[in-house]
């Protein structure tokens, strides 16, 4: 927390980078993270969970299929409300969505009101998980259900999301030069080893794989999780995750899920951790490529010459994945 001061108000910023870094966990590796990370093959029968609930108060069991990483309008750069984020995600076949509302500008009130429209908007059809990002220490935290927030700074407001969330997860480690202070690692449980806004829509990072790799060094259960980072309907898209075992529509049950790695991650109907040797260097390549893309925007931007849009959204549509 050395040098970093924190604006004496209950708003929060969130334009803080976390101070104290660790170089331990910085990564910089392309090797491939699959066989210490995949989740054990532990499917349980249809007939053997029925066999397990009781008869008539159990919610019907099935094979869910979510995503982790959205906004909705009550984000500062989002516009989507509820309703239109369910018909948008149901679009896709997905029975229920992690949400990621930015904390910035957000008070209390903000707070109670997102859980309300996540409920709201919830049925035994879809199902709104709520939850918080923080980019000032790129973190987000999933299964929110009362938050009572202390907005003193940004530190008191993570301590308040941890102790009143299920997950703790690393987010788009490239935005945290894919090394975060031991505090957080300490917090965290998942790492978002593809997110489709920063990373494309081909394969895991491989940088943010490593990073996965050299945490479950000292904590081995951390797990994998892919992120949407949804703000407008442009980018939505088919990565989402399954869930292993069938079970209900239920928070807790999704995130002990996803807490004990019983998910599989597909971009459609590809499961991405049955693409081949060839196939994964061939989509890092291209994430890769996608990177050089990105700098060379970004260099040209700051020297004063834009790309025009008709050019540029096609080219990027390509270089990131559909
Ligand atoms: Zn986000």
Redesign the pocket.
């Known amino acids: 927390m050395n040098g970093t001061s924190f604006k004496p108000s209950n708003r929060y910023y969130g334009l803080i980078r976390p101070a104290s870094i660790s170089p331990g966990y910085t990564a910089s590796s392309f090797s491939v993270f699959l066989s210490a990370t995949r989740p054990p093959r532990n499917l349980l029968s249809s007939a053997a969970m029925k066999d397990r609930a009781p008869a008539s108060a159990a919610p019907p069991s099935r094979k869910l299929a979510g995503i982790s990483?959205a906004?909705s309008e009550n984000s500062f750069d989002a516009s989507c409300t509820y309703p239109e984020l369910r018909r948008l995600f149901m679009s896709k076949g997905l029975n229920f969505a992690c949400m990621?509302e930015?904390i910035e500008y957000l008070e209390q009130s903000d707070l109670d009101r997102i859980v309300r429209q996540c409920r709201e908007a919830s049925d035994d059809q879809f199902l709104f998980i709520p939850g918080i990002?923080m980019d000032c220490w790129v973190v987000?935290f999933l299964g929110i259900k009362d938050p009572r927030v202390d907005f003193t700074d940004n530190r008191t407001i993570y301590e308040s999301l941890k102790a009143q969330s299920q997950l703790c997860v690393l987010?788009h480690p490239i935005k945290a030069k894919f090394s975060y202070p031991d505090w957080i690692v300490a917090d965290c449980h998942a790492v978002e080893i593809m997110n489709n806004k920063h990373d494309g829509k081909f394969y895991f990072r491989p940088q943010s794989e490593a990073l996965l790799r050299r945490i479950r060094q000292a904590k081995p259960e951390v797990v994998p999780i892919v992120g949407m980072?949804f703000?407008a309907p442009a980018q939505l898209c088919d990565v989402h995750m399954r869930l292993m075992r069938e079970g209900p529509l239920d928070a807790d049950f999704i995130l002990g899920e996803i807490r004990a790695a019983r998910t599989e991650f597909f971009a459609g109907r590809q499961r991405l951790t049955d693409v081949g040797v060839a196939g994964r260097m061939l989509r890092r390549m291209r994430i890769h490529l996608m990177d050089f893309a990105h700098f060379i925007n970004l260099t040209l931007r700051k020297s004063g010459f834009r790309i025009p849009g008709s050019i540029r959204r096609p080219l990027s549509r390509l270089l990131e994945g559909g």
């Open positions: 990483h906004h990621t930015h990002e987000y987010s980072d703000h």
